[in-house]
């Protein structure tokens, strides 16, 4: 079992930046693929960034590329995601989920395992 806790969001100004991270409990946290999933009211969840257990496989959808970064500290049980240049159509609860298989990039929730309960991030124009 492994639980998930978000934190670092809040409100910003668009062009702003913000860094969330996701500590996570339990001796296995290096073993997952973790992944940074948002949703906006009315809208489906959808995966921002995503990046295997060792880091050597990272994914961003096209809508982030070039503006957040996802890192990961597995000594601290820590997934971190850096966003630069926030836009407003950032603004979403952010979710940080583990998925058991560590060693490719998955991009359907279903393929998560644990959830965090998320973070709100709003950014205003």
């Known amino acids: 079992q492994v639980q998930l806790v978000e934190s670092g969001g809040g409100l910003v100004q668009a062009g702003g930046s913000l860094r969330l991270s996701c500590a996570a409990s339990g001796r296995t946290f290096g073993a997952y693929t973790m992944g940074w999933f948002r949703q906006a009211p009315g809208k489906e969840r959808e995966l921002v960034a995503a990046?295997?257990?060792?880091?050597?496989?990272?994914y961003y959808t096209d809508s982030v590329k070039g503006r957040f970064t996802i890192s990961r500290d597995n000594d601290k049980n820590t997934v971190y995601v850096q966003m630069n240049s926030l836009k407003p159509e950032d603004t979403a609860v952010y979710y940080c989920?583990?998925?058991?298989?560590?060693?490719?990039?998955?991009?359907?929730?279903?393929?998560?395992?644990?959830w965090g309960r998320g973070t709100q991030v709003a950014v205003s124009s």
């Open positions: 989920a583990a998925s058991k298989i560590g060693n490719r990039i998955v991009l359907t929730t279903n393929a998560y395992d644990f």
């Open positions: 990046i295997t257990w060792g880091g050597g496989r990272i």
